[in-house]
Structure formats: structure tokens, C-alpha cells
Nanobody
Framework: QVQLVESGGGSVQAGGSLRLSCVAS????????MGWFRQAPGKEREFVAC????????YYADSVKGRFTISRAVAKNMIFLQMNSLKPEDTAIYSC????????????????WGKGTLVTISS
């Protein structure tokens, strides 16, 4: 069983930056593909970014490509999401997730979820 805990959310103005972190416990971070998802008020959860177990492969949603960067620190059992040039439409609860699929892609099923951290972007 893997537990995931996110941190780093907050409120910033449009154009600002935030860095989200997710720490995994109860298993080896290296044994899972990892991803970030978000859910805005009144909307379905959507894929944001994912990273393979080695960190060598990443995918991004078109809406965040060029602005967000996903990375991982295997030794620390952590993944990160650097978010730059934030827009009001990025406002959402951001959750990290882990998949037993090592070479993860945007359609991979996720096996474990964190509770999320709220990101609010004001215009």
C-alpha cells in the first residue's frame, strides 16, 4: 500500500509560479509511474502530467505544456510539479497518483491517489 501526500498549493496571481511536491510512503517510489491530476470546481478530474519510474519519460496535457514541469527524486520518494506562468484556469485541486505501470502514459490507470492540494490563481 502506498500513501501519497501533496504539498505546495496556495494562492498566487496570474503569471506567478508554484511548486507542488508529493511524497510517497509505504512503498518504493521507484516502483511506480507517477502523475499529477487536477479537478477544478464543477469539472471532472483531468490529467496534467506524468513521469516514468526512472524519470526518463514524461507526458503533459496540452493545456500545461511549456509551462509546467514534472520531475522526481527517486531517493527521496518524491515527485514535483513546477508550475510557471499560471493562469486563472489552472485553479483546481491538484492530486498526485501512482501507477504500477512503470512506463506510464496519459491513459495509464492509477492505483493510488493523494488527497490533493488546492491551487488558486487570481486574475
Amino acid at each position: 500500500q502506498v500513501q501519497l501526500v501533496e504539498s505546495g498549493g496556495g494562492s498566487v496571481q496570474a503569471g506567478g509560479s508554484l511548486r507542488l511536491s508529493c511524497v510517497a510512503s509505504g512503498g518504493s517510489n521507484a516502483d511506480y509511474g507517477m502523475g499529477w491530476f487536477r479537478q477544478a470546481p464543477g469539472k471532472e478530474r483531468e490529467f496534467v502530467a506524468c513521469i516514468s519510474w526512472t524519470g526518463g519519460t514524461t507526458y503533459y496535457a496540452d493545456s500545461v505544456k511549456g509551462r509546467f514541469t514534472i520531475s522526481r527524486a527517486v531517493a527521496k520518494n518524491m515527485i514535483f510539479l513546477q508550475m510557471n506562468s499560471l493562469k486563472p484556469e489552472d485553479t483546481a485541486i491538484y492530486s498526485c497518483a501512482a501507477s504500477r505501470v512503470l512506463i506510464i502514459n496519459p491513459t495509464s490507470g492509477m492505483d493510488y491517489w493523494g488527497k490533493g492540494t488546492l491551487v488558486t490563481i487570481s486574475s
